[in-house]
Every structure is written in C-alpha cells, then in structure tokens.
C-alpha cells in the first residue's frame, strides 16, 4: 500500500508534535493514493457534508463573514454623530452587510445559490436601552445627540455560518473630536464588559466549562463594581443556528432569581471545532433588564411550532418568514407591507411560531456597556475573529484581581505579537512589488 500523503490544512492549526512545516497530515483531510483514485466503495452513498471548523471551507466561510461584520461596526461607529436617526443608522449596517456578503460565493452550489447577508438585524440601542432596539420605518424616535452611550449590536453569515459582534461608544461633539466628560461609572462599566469579553473568549477552549467562564465574568464584574445583565447569555452557533443548545450565563442565579422564574444553566464543555458568541453586557444599576415602551420588532421563527392562524395578515406574515427568514433573526422592518406585519405578528407570537427578542431596558440613570465578538475553537487555539478595541476614551481607576490581570496582560502580548507579524508580512509583501 502507497504511504499516506499529506494535505495541507490551515484550518487544523500545526500539529502538537513539534512540527513546524505547514504541510502536515491532517486525519479528515489526509488519504492514500488508491482512496483518491478509486473514489468511494459505494457510489450510492451520500457523504455527509461537514459544516463544523475541521472543514477548512467551513472556516474560511466564518473568516469572510468576520470581516464584514469588523467592517459593518466600523462604518456604524463613524456615523454615530449628533443629529443621526436611529433607523438610518440600522438601514447603513444592514446595507454594508448585504452589499458585502453579496460580492462573496456567487457561484451557484449544485443549481441553487449560497445564502448569505444578515445574521442578526442591525441594532443600535441607546442609553438604558440594554439591546434590540431596531425601530420600524413609522416609528419616530429621538436622534443621537452628544453624550449619548450607543451600543451597536449585528450579525452577517456565509453559507449560515454566522459572525457577529456589538460594540459600545459615545457619542462625541463633533465627529473630528472624541468624547469629553466620561463619568467614573460610565468607565468602570465599559472597562469591566470589554475586559470580561475578552478572559471569557480566552477562557472558551477545549476541555473547559459554561460554570468556569461565568467564574470569570462574576469575578471581573465584582473588580469593578458593576453588575452583569442577568438575562443576557452566550451561545454556541452552528450553521444557520444563532442559539445553540450550549450557553454560558454571566452571572450565577441566587435564590432570589430562581424564585422569580430564571433558570438556571446546565454544565456543559466547550469542544475543539466549535463556535461561540462571547456576549457580555454590564451595567451600573441592578442588573435586571425590565421591559419598556419601545416596539418589539426582532423576532426569529421556532422551526419546531406549527399552528393554523386565523387572521390573513398572521398567514401572509409567517409565509414571508418561512420564505426569506426560515432560521436567523429578523426585523420587522425587512417586510414591505410594515403595518400589515405589526397586525400579525401577534398572533403568530402567540402561539409559540415566532419568538420575541424584546427591548431590554435598565434603570434610568444607569450605565450600561455591551461588548460581542465571536471565538473559533480551532485546534491551534481559541481565535477571536469580531469585535473591535474598546475605545481609548474609556478609563477606569479600578484594577481586576491579579489572576484576571495575569489574563488581559497575556491577551495583550499576543494581539501585540500578531499586529507585529502582520506588519511585517504588509512590508515584505510592499517591497516586494515595489
């Protein structure tokens, strides 16, 4: 028999062996020269396609989605001036993800065309508006002004395969000049959501548990004297699944929590190949989101609920929904017939076919901060592939306790390291064609 011959898979990360070509064997990819030959033994049976990251075009795929999410935030951040209306600046993300998403994968895969676009619609939430907020069209809501805190929250997908991230800013005078007069709160909270987001994306790897991560983010919140938002989780994501089975909690529920209805998470452990939506929102009031007068209008259709609705509007509704929005979240706003969507949604809510994702609220005068991004749990490592810095008009006196410290200074190193190499290949590659 011919010896194995190896394929280079820069999905799997080098090997633990010490080797350092990238050309190594890969157990998924790797075969002889007689199984590349002759094919498979049964003609007739169909291999199950692989949509998890041992697939390296499955990683590629998450890879590219990354990238428009990055530059999706990144052209947000830069119109949050004052005088800027919420639903032009949900309209702006959402159309940089669907122009970028449709310049990628437009061959067509077997006669039918690779989905792609958004994830999660575009939301922009302002204040002690936690996340969600998503206005419709008719809907007239106060513009940014300066001093407000924006938290900006989206998702993009390849082919399902889903990025997404959320970001927190304030607003400045002028777009030329940064924020001034950032209380001590404000601060401290940003500060304490951002550096959890980034030891709880450190802290998703292979082997470890959803109790050890929610640890972590508890200890941090406590650094800073913040409290995390009890109800919002991170998920794992899987092709066209936003909310995987497996979550991880921000907070444990005391026995207060538990009486008043929260669950609590079963333990589970993270495993090679998986993916994750590191979300952490954090605020200087209690921490327990309430509802408020803003309009609901992101929902997601529970694939497993079915029901005969009575009213025309709920039918035509949930027929456009099974049509453009089968799996992922989506927004009222996307459907051209806005009030014939309003009168239906309800009813379809009702009876468990839509789920709601609500308009979250804080207490008034408190400070809230969302940080998002998303992990690959790869085999060279956990890799961080959305979310931008936290802005450098975010400071705090506070310090986390040594060991978190430990983390951030690890995780600083190496993003230090990376920009480095980076910046080196960019010269080498610059002299070359020069």
């Known amino acids: ?9 820069y999905t799997c990360g080098p090997p633990n062996d010490g080797t350092t070509s990238p050309f190594y064997q890969c157990n998924l990819l790797s075969m002889s020269d ?47 001036i004052p005088g800027a209306k919420i639903l032009d600046l949900c309209n702006f993300g959402t159309t940089i993800i669907n122009t970028q998403a ?27 508006v936690i996340c969600n907020l998503s206005p419709l069209g008719s809907e007239e809501l106060e513009p940014l002004k300066a001093g407000d805190i924006v938290k900006i929250d989206l998702g993009c997908h390849i082919d399902g395969y889903i990025s997404v991230a959320a970001h927190t800013l304030i607003v400045p005078e002028s777009p030329d000049s940064p924020p001034t007069s950032i209380s001590d709160e404000m601060g401290n909270v940003a500060v304490a959501a951002y550096n959890a987001m980034l030891v709880a994306a450190a802290s998703i790897k292979a082997g470890a548990t959803n109790k050890q991560v929610t640890d972590i983010v508890t200890k941090v919140a406590n650094s800073y004297g913040v409290n995390s938002i009890f109800s919002v989780r991170m998920h794992q994501m899987k092709r066209f699944v936003i909310d995987g089975v497996k979550e991880v909690a921000l907070r444990h ?83 051209e017939d806005e009030r014939g969507a309003k009168m239906g949604v309800t009813e379809c809510v009702s009876h468990g076919l839509l789920t709601p994702y609500p308009v979250l609220h804080e207490q008034k005068d408190a400070n809230v901060a969302h940080f998002k991004c998303t992990v690959l749990l790869l085999p060279s490592g956990t890799a961080r592939v959305t979310g931008l810095d936290m802005p450098e008009y ?41």
């Not at 028999?1 to 898979?9: D, E, F, G, L």
């Not at 199950?48 to 428009?68: F, G, M, P, R």
């Open 1 to 9: 028999m011919p010896p194995k011959r190896a394929i280079p898979c």
């Open 34 to 80: 007689d199984e590349s030959s002759t094919g498979s033994v049964e003609e007739n049976v169909e291999v199950e396609e692989t949509t998890d990251l041992s697939n390296s075009d499955v990683c590629t795929k998450y890879q590219e989605a990354s990238k428009i999410v990055n530059l999706a935030l990144t052209g947000l951040i830069s119109q949050c």
């Open 102 to 128: 449709g310049k990628l994968y437009q061959k067509k895969v077997k006669g039918v065309a690779v989905e792609r676009g958004v994830a999660f619609p575009v939301c922009v939430s302002v204040n002690d």
């Open 253 to 335: 529920p005391t026995a207060d929590d538990l009486e008043a209805g929260e669950q609590k998470l079963d333990e589970c452990t993270f495993e090679q190949a998986e993916v994750y939506a590191v979300d952490v929102a954090m605020s200087t009031g209690d921490g327990k989101p309430r509802p408020g007068v803003l309009r609901t209008t992101v929902f997601k259709r529970n694939v497993e609920a079915n029901y005969k609705l009575k009213m025309k509007n709920s039918r035509s509704l949930l027929a456009q929904v099974d049509k453009k929005f089968p799996t992922l979240p989506f927004t009222l706003a996307h459907f």
């Open 394 to 434: 975010f400071k705090t006196d506070k310090k986390p306790e040594e060991d978190i410290q430990q983390m951030l200074d690890d995780i600083a190193a190496a993003a230090a390291k990376k920009a480095k190499k980076k910046a080196a290949k960019k010269k080498k590659k610059k002299a070359a064609s020069s």
